[in-house]
């Protein structure tokens, strides 16, 4: 059988800092801006995160769910517990009216602005994500949420006909069960990479605890629907590598995440994840 957890290779779990020679001096990052002043740094429509010296302030809309931003904090909170470079979380707080999670400001660039400004360093970016990934896939956070609870609770919910949600909730059943510290949202948009290299990672809103080959299954369905179908291949194909993990093992899982992403996913994801998660193998 073959192995999906990374833990028995790859990079040394006590290792802080990650420092690939294609990140070294590419930092951008906000230099001059440690005054005082509040600062927005980024927008959507249902939150925006100011900078303010060094703390960082994540601020949710008034509609967003308070469960959810508490949920956020408290996945935060214990990943937080871990030997892993993510910043602290300093206060929750109501913020001019509104729920605001306060972190400490990471002075650095996020890696998806990396590999959006030197699209020569692409492999040795992907390289250095993998790396991370392995590296995040080794912890175990035993408090966290159940992977597979979750991704139960959303093929349920999922816009899919019965035949197809019973042979998924059939499939994940039958998958072997771990409990790997899984982000989620492994995204190079939740990378930030300080001057000296060290990489921190944000944004645990969706971590849980399971099986890692549904999280590469995860990234690698994240780089596809973001247009980057060739990346996707490759992602794939390194992590299988370096992590020992057969292909055909985190193709089992994507019929699953597809499902689980169908509940929130973009209009322009649609007709892709609903291709995948219908795979179904009657018999
Ligand atoms: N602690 C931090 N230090 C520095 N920058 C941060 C920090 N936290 C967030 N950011 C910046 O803000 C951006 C958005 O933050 P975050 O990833 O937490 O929000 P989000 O939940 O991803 O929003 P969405 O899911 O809508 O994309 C990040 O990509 C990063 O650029
Ligand atoms: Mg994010």
Wanted: glycine share 4%; hydrophobic share 35%.
């Amino acid at each position: 059988m073959s192995k999906n957890d990374s833990s028995k290779k790859g990079v040394n779990p006590s290792s802080k800092t990650v420092t690939p020679a294609a990140v070294k001096g590419t930092n951008s990052g906000a230099e001059g801006k440690d005054s005082g002043e509040r600062q927005l740094i980024f927008s959507r429509e249902d939150k925006k995160v100011y900078r303010e010296g060094d703390m960082l302030i994540k601020q949710f809309a008034p509609n967003y769910s308070k469960a959810d931003i508490l949920n956020e904090a408290l996945n935060h909170a214990r990943v937080e517990e871990t030997d892993l470079n993510i910043p602290r979380i300093r206060s929750i707080e109501v913020v001019d009216g509104k729920w605001a999670i306060i972190l400490d400001y990471i002075d650095g660039v996020t890696l998806q602005s990396l590999m959006e400004e030197h699209p020569e360093k692409t492999d040795e970016y992907l390289d250095f994500y993998v790396d991370l990934q392995m590296q995040v896939l080794q912890h175990k956070v035993p408090m966290l949420n159940k992977m597979k609870d979750k991704f139960n609770a959303k093929i349920s919910a999922a816009d899919l006909d019965a035949t197809t949600r019973y042979e998924l909730h059939t499939r994940l059943d039958s998958m072997p069960k771990h409990n790997n510290l899984c982000h989620g949202d492994f995204d190079p948009s939740n990378i930030i990479i300080t001057a000296d290299g060290t990489p921190y990672i944000i944004d645990w809103s969706h971590a849980t605890q399971g099986n890692a080959s549904a999280d590469v299954a995860r990234s690698y369905i994240m780089w596809y629907v973001n247009g980057k179908e060739e990346l996707a291949e490759k992602y794939l194909k390194l992590y299988c590598k370096k992590s020992d993990t057969a292909l055909q093992y985190v193709q089992r899982w994507i019929p699953i995440v597809a499902a689980s992403r169908l509940v929130k996913a973009k209009p322009s994801e649609l007709e892709l994840l609903h291709r995948w998660a219908n795979v179904v193998d009657y018999e």
